[in-house]
T-cell receptor, first 114, second 121 residues
Framework: KNEVEQSPQNLTAQEGEFITINCSYS?????LHWLQQHPGGGIVSLFM???GKKKHGRLIATINIQEKHSSLHITASHPRDSAVYIC????????????????FGKGTLLTVNP | GAGVSQSPSNKVTEKGKDVELRCDPI?????LYWYRQRLGQGLEFLIY????????KSGLPSDRFSAERTGESVSTLTIQRTQQEDSAVYLC???????????????????FGPGTRLTVL
């Protein structure tokens, strides 16, 4: 079964710390998404990537296709970054995927204390 | 412009009753997705609509679940004879379209609604 694993499940940090959230997956993918879900709120797409690295403000997402691994980094973390961060992948055709269906990790709950 | 909207935001129902959840996608988005998020679990794919193509219903957990979409606009997810295990947040998302397996196109970016929290007593 194709799977997506995230670590850690829970992460508590002090304001200003550098944060790393990890995502690993079992077989080949065509794209990986990082999503943010605030408590009681909807889900916002942060990044979609299939190779290399993307940066938006204090957020950086990297992916290593050979190692089947992606990381989401937050620099100079702030309490407003507190949310659940979700990794989702679109499996490649030869991994049995479609060009639209996503498989989601269980999420990482990040709490940034002031 | 308006984002994806869903209604109701919360629904409490008794076991055995039918419920209908509504999703209004972003105007012009041809692709629409329904997901379920149970407590402590990741999102699960339920169903996918793309234009006038036959929907992909492979994620629907049982024949009590069904969904419809009117053209490229509103979609409704219906759960018949609700069970307690149906309690979850039901999320809808839409995207411009799906042109292929390329990971770089903005066509693939999904915009999520706020969800409907369903509680079955």
């Amino acid at each position: 079964k194709n799977e997506v694993e995230q670590s850690p499940q829970n992460l508590t940090a002090q304001e200003g710390e550098f944060i790393t959230i990890n995502c690993s997956y079992s077989v080949g993918i065509s794209a990986l998404h990082w999503l943010q879900q605030h408590p009681g709120g909807g889900i916002v797409s942060l990044f979609m990537l299939s190779s290399g690295k993307k940066k938006h403000g204090r957020l950086i997402a990297t992916i290593n296709i050979q190692e089947k691994h992606s990381s989401l980094h937050i620099t100079a973390s702030h309490p407003r970054d507190s949310a659940v961060y979700i990794c989702a992948v679109r499996w490649s055709r030869w991994s049995g995927g479609s060009n639209y269906k996503l498989t989601f990790g269980k999420g990482t709950l990040l709490t940034v204390n002031p | 412009g308006a984002g994806v909207s869903q209604s109701p935001s919360n629904k409490v129902t008794e076991k055995g009753k039918d419920v209908e959840l509504r999703c209004d996608p972003i105007s012009g988005h041809t692709a629409l997705y329904w997901y379920r998020q149970r407590l402590g679990q990741g999102l699960e794919f339920l169903i996918y609509f793309q234009g006038n193509s036959a929907p992909d219903k492979s994620g629907l957990p049982s024949d009590r679940f069904s969904a419809e979409r009117t053209g490229e606009s509103v979609s409704t997810l219906t759960i018949q004879r609700t069970q307690q295990e149906d309690s979850a947040v039901y999320l809808c998302a839409s995207s411009l379209g799906v042109p292929g397996t390329s990971g770089g196109s903005s066509y693939n970016e999904q915009f999520f609604g706020p969800g409907t929290r369903l509680t079955v007593l």
